[in-house]
Each structure stands twice: as structure tokens, then as C-alpha cells.
């Protein structure tokens, strides 16, 4: 019999047991009523393959059976309690579902691991009407048992549960390490994705390999490129780039587009999705605006990237099932939350308890972004932003970055993006951007064409099958703002513009003129951090 050890144990799939979820023809020792003849059986053949059985619930089968562990919920026997009737060596792991539930745990200093969730919505447990987590509130709980290691010295390992599949395991797994000390789950524990499969030993393989490699990815690649899921500087590794190389990166994209006429989905809005199709074309990208739930799903192989705008926000069903797919596929998602801030409706479709894609960049005026970062610097009026913007937009870019895992561009006078580490600041454009509707928009069509193109132009296979995208789409995301923001400074260069209608016009010529030369020349890029 393997003897496992709060240390020994290897957390990364964790099956939980679920009998009335078995698909027909398929049992789990029905004869057997009692719950301690299940479990002896169960640790016969776990035992066979050192595999460490854990009971729910009750101490008495945990020492009837000589079980590796005990699982508790939070109103389940209490942890001490457990602890003084199970011998020392028994591993004690507790559901919590917010991080107060996880601060508990850690102050006891009697749990080895905690079970975080629900992540998402789940048919295999009954939630009570408790919100899901979704990956952000996972990574909260992480980060308060970060801080409970820092101060103790005693580490908790962590897995999440509650809505996992195979599609959304690379989002979770990059999506959720925590955003002060990022630091991953352990694994993830899933009843219905294998006991309901009807081939679970394949189920299981499929997760396996996914989590082996973003194991071996974290392990591996240290620092932000293995947290977020995709390549950030364009280098296996992470390195920070000069000003010069970032420039020469993001207009090198242009003659990727003009050669790889990128198909840009876009669900977008009824007021701009004219010159948004317009611009996309003229940038040398395929627009595409289809977003009735029933077909964008299809769509999802085809395209090179997905811009989601909250816009007119009619499609919310089309935008969760084409980002759900994007995901799946890897496409690159570039989320524009119009107006985030100024409804509930808007605030929660942007937080997604049950199954939220997971954007590429996201990109927002200041009120969007502060609406997003929680913060209360900026006012929002309708779809605008007013006042004068945040003290220090560079910080609050990388921070969202960091707590998002993704590229995060807030556009304006003056432009800035981070990828949770560099944040560049770009100084282009012109006053007529803002006396059009939807340049912003625009903006979004851009960078959804340009990540589109950066990530199909890797021809190679992925590094690891967790990978979320591939392609360097930060220096995407710069190009997308850059080739809308200089063509405007020359659009309204041009003496046959006298206002704002003929400027509309001369941008979408001068998005089609545009070469990388005039790029390089005009564009003003500085990396502040
Ligand atoms: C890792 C892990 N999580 C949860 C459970 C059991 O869940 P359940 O008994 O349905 O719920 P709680 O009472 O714990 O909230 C488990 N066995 N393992
Ligand atoms: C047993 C359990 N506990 C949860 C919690 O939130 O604590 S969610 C859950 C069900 C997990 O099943 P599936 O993988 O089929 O979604």
C-alpha cells in the first residue's frame, strides 16, 4: 500500500466520485449499498494504482478504510474536530467557495488542501444560488493562500471544481493564478467531464494532457508568459523589448495582414458596424459581422480572430457562444465593454458567472477600463468617458493586466497598453477621432484584425496543449491602435478635409494607403515601464 504524504500528493486530477451521474450501462458497484463497502472496494483498486483515495464527509469511512485524506464542507464536521479523530497523517482538504472561507482555512493551520469553487455553473451539485467564482474570484483565493505561506511558512494546495471541462481548462488553469502573487492551482477536480463520459479513460487522458502541460509550462517558463496562456514578447520565454523592437514588431504586422487577409468576426453595434466592416477592409482584413447564436459557433475555425462589443449589447447569447468557441480554438478574442460601468446588465455579462470567455486584450476608454479595475477615478456619461482621466493610467493598464491575464489597451488622447509587465504609452491620433462615432470601435476592429494575423501567421504547432493563443499580441494590440491613430494624422493632413464627415472618408482611404514606412515614421511609442 502507497503511504501519500501532504507533500506527495499530486493534485492535478482529481476525481470526484459521482454515481447518479454515470451514463447508461455504465455502474459503480450497485449492489453495493453501504457507503463503506463502496469505499473499500474504490481503495482496492486505487490502491492498485497508487492512486490516494479521499472520502467526503465521513471520518468514520475515512477510518474504516484507511483512507489518504478526508474532504469536509463548510458545514460539514469541523476541521479540528476531524483533525483530533483522524490519526496525524491524514490529509484534510475543505471546499471553500470566497476567499473569507479560504482565510479560515489557512488560520486554522489544519487544512493540507482546499477544494476552490464553484468555478462555474454546474449541473452535477446543487449551488443553492450561490454565484460561481468564474477564474478571477478563483484567483483571489489563491492569493490568500499565498499570503497565508508567506506569513506561516505552511503551504495549502488548491483545487478548483464546479463547471470543468476540457474546453474551458486552458482558460481556467491561465485565467486564475492570483493576481498579487501569481500563483497557480494545483490541479482541478471534476465529476461529470469523466464519470459522466462514455469513454473515461480517454476523458481523463485529454485532461491529463493539458494540465501536464501547463505544469510543464509554469515550471518551465517563469514569470507572466506561462501565467497568461500566451506568448507575450513573440520569444519562447519572456523578455522585455526596446521601444525600437516593439515599433519594428508592430509594423512588421502590416504586410502580415495585407498577406494573410485575416477574417475579423465581429459582433459588434448597430451604430458602427458599417465602418468597422469599411475599416477592416481597408486595413487589408476580411470583415465578418454575423452574430446570431445559431451560427457563430460554426464560424469559430474559419475566422483569425473575435471582437466582442458590448456596444448595443443585443447579442449576448451570440457573443458567449462565438467566445466560448474562439476559446476552444484558440483564436484570439479582443473584448471592446462599451459602456461596461453604466448597467448592472452590461457588468455581469462582463463578469459571466457561468462560463465568461477569456479575452486577448481588452480594450476601453477610461471609463470602461475603470469600471473593470473596480475603480471609481473615472465617471462614465452614456458610452463616454468625462474628466480628466486617471492620475496614473500606466498603473492602472499593468494592473488590470495582471488581474485580467490579458493585453489590456486603454484608449484616448493618448493611448496605453501593458501586458502585466511593459506599458507603452502611444501619443497619435487627432482631435476628429473624436468628433466621429465609433472610432473607438474602430480601434477594436484594428487590433481584432492585427492579433488575428500575428497569431495565424505561427505556422508551427503549440509549444503546450494548454496554450490559449498563439502569436505576439502585444505588439498586435500596439499595431491595431497605431495603423488607426497615424492614418488619422494623415487623413487630417489632407486638404480635402473640412470636417469631420470628409475626415470619416480620408481615414478609411488612408487606412488602405498605409504602409509600415509611414508607421515607423510618424509613430509615437514609448515604453514607460
Ligand atoms: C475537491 C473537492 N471538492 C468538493 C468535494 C465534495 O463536495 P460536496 O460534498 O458536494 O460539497 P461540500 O460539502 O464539500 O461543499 C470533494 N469531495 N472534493
Ligand atoms: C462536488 C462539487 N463541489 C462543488 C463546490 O463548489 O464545492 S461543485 C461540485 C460539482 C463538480 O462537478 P462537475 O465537475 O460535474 O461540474
Redesign the pocket.
Known amino acids: 500500500m502507497v503511504k501519500f504524504t501532504p507533500e506527495s500528493i499530486d493534485y492535478s486530477l482529481?476525481l470526484?466520485t459521482g454515481r447518479e451521474l454515470l451514463p447508461p450501462g455504465k455502474d459503480y458497484y450497485e449492489s453495493l449499498e453501504e457507503f463503506v463497502e463502496v469505499a473499500r472496494k474504490t481503495k482496492e483498486i486505487t490502491d492498485k494504482y497508487g492512486v490516494p483515495l479521499?472520502i467526503?464527509?465521513r471520518v468514520d469511512v475515512c477510518l474504516a478504510v484507511g483512507a489518504a485524506g478526508l474532504?469536509?464542507?463548510?458545514?460539514?464536521m469541523p476541521v479540528d474536530l476531524a483533525r483530533s479523530l483522524l490519526p496525524k497523517d491524514i490529509i484534510i482538504?475543505i471546499?471553500v467557495s470566497n476567499t473569507k472561507e479560504a482565510q479560515t482555512a489557512v488560520d486554522s493551520g489544519l487544512v493540507d488542501y482546499v477544494?476552490i469553487?464553484a468555478v462555474w455553473w454546474t449541473g452535477s451539485?446543487d449551488l443553492k444560488g450561490k454565484l460561481c467564482l468564474g477564474v478571477d474570484g478563483v484567483g483571489e483565493v489563491l492569493d490568500v493562500l499565498a499570503e497565508g505561506q508567506r506569513k506561516t511558512g505552511k503551504e495549502i494546495r488548491s483545487?478548483a471544481?464546479g463547471g470543468i471541462h476540457l474546453p474551458n481548462l486552458p482558460q481556467l488553469l491561465h485565467g486564475s493564478p492570483s493576481p498579487k502573487h501569481l500563483k497557480g492551482l494545483d490541479g482541478v477536480?471534476v465529476i461529470s467531464d469523466i464519470v459522466s463520459s462514455t469513454d473515461p479513460e480517454h476523458a481523463s487522458r485529454k485532461l491529463r494532457a493539458v494540465l501536464d502541460s501547463y505544469h510543464r509550462a509554469r515550471k518551465d517558463q517563469a514569470g507572466l508568459h506561462a501565467v497568461f496562456g500566451f506568448n507575450l514578447s513573440g520569444t519562447p520565454g519572456y523578455t522585455k523589448r526596446s521601444e525600437k523592437e516593439l515599433l519594428n514588431a508592430a509594423a512588421g504586422l502590416i504586410a502580415v495582414v495585407r498577406e494573410l487577409t485575416p477574417l475579423a468576426h465581429q459582433i459588434t453595434n448597430i451604430v458602427v458596424a458599417n465602418d468597422s466592416a469599411n475599416a477592416t477592409l481597408a486595413m487589408g482584413g476580411s470583415p465578418i459581422m454575423a452574430s446570431a447564436e445559431q451560427e457563430v459557433g460554426d464560424l469559430s475555425k474559419a475566422i483569425s480572430g473575435l471582437l466582442i462589443n458590448f456596444g448595443t449589447i443585443k447579442d449576448r447569447a451570440g457573443m458567449l457562444v462565438a467566445g466560448k468557441a474562439a476559446n476552444v480554438n484558440k483564436k484570439p478574442i479582443v473584448f471592446d465593454p462599451v459602456a461596461v460601468g453604466a448597467t448592472a446588465f452590461r457588468r455581469q455579462t462582463s463578469k459571466g458567472n457561468s462560463y465568461a470567455p477569456k479575452p486577448t486584450v481588452i480594450k476601453g476608454n477610461a471609463a470602461e477600463i475603470g469600471a473593470l479595475a473596480e475603480s471609481a477615478e473615472v465617471e462614465s456619461r452614456g458610452v463616454d468617458s468625462v474628466g480628466s482621466g486617471f492620475a496614473n493610467p500606466a498603473d492602472v493598464v499593468k494592473t488590470l493586466a495582471r488581474k485580467k491575464r490579458c493585453v489590456v489597451a486603454l484608449t484616448g488622447k493618448e493611448d496605453w497598453v501593458s501586458d502585466g509587465d511593459t506599458v507603452v504609452k502611444l501619443s497619435n491620433g487627432h482631435e476628429y477621432l473624436g468628433v466621429i462615432t465609433g472610432s473607438g470601435c474602430m480601434t477594436g476592429s484594428a487590433i481584432t484584425v492585427y492579433t488575428g494575423a500575428a497569431s495565424q501567421a505561427i505556422k508551427q504547432p503549440y509549444e503546450n496543449e494548454s496554450q490559449i493563443v498563439q502569436g505576439d499580441m502585444f505588439a498586435a494590440t500596439i499595431a491595431g491602435i497605431l495603423v488607426i491613430n497615424v492614418a488619422a494624422e494623415v487623413a487630417a493632413e489632407r486638404s480635402d478635409v473640412k470636417g469631420p464627415n470628409t475626415f470619416r472618408s480620408a481615414l478609411i482611404d488612408e487606412l488602405y494607403n498605409l504602409r509600415a514606412d509611414t508607421l515607423l515614421r510618424r509613430a509615437r511609442l514609448e515604453v514607460v515601464a
Open positions: 482529481y470526484v479521499f467526503n464527509d474532504h469536509v464542507g463548510q458545514t460539514d482538504g471546499s477544494g469553487g451539485k483545487v471544481i477536480a
